[in-house]
């Protein structure tokens, strides 16, 4: 089992930035992807990036390009996500999550979810 923790939610002014960080414990080298998603609230969970366990490898959902950059560091099972130029439409409830398979890295098709984090960004 894998256990993934979130941290680095809050309440940003439009424009500003936050450092999401989930910290994941257990069969860690069993994830290879690492992904971060989100929901607002009365709407369906959404894809926002991946990486792959090479770290070579990054997805992003287009409306978050150029201004989230997804990283990790396998040596202390660590995934962040730092969020620039943040939008209004960006709050949401910020999830972490881990996939087993190496395929279709933009699916909600996850094994493994953390508790989630609130990002609210206000006008």
């Known amino acids: 089992q894998v256990q993934l923790v979130e941290s680095g939610g809050g309440l940003v002014q439009a424009g500003g930035s936050l450092r999401l960080s989930c910290a994941a414990s257990g069969r860690t080298y069993s994830m290879y992807y690492m992904g971060w998603f989100r929901q607002a609230p009365g709407k369906e969970r959404e894809f926002v990036a991946s990486i792959a366990k090479n770290v070579d490898n990054t997805y992003y959902r287009d409306s978050v390009k150029g201004r989230f950059t997804i990283s990790r560091d396998n040596a202390k099972n660590t995934v962040t996500l730092q969020m620039n130029s943040l939008k209004p439409e960006d709050t949401a409830v910020y999830y972490c999550?881990?996939?087993?398979?190496?395929?279709?890295?933009?699916?909600?098709?996850?094994?493994?979810w953390g508790q989630g984090t609130q990002v609210t960004v206000s006008t």
């Open positions: 999550a881990g996939r087993r398979s190496p395929v279709i890295p933009m699916s909600l098709e996850y094994d493994y």
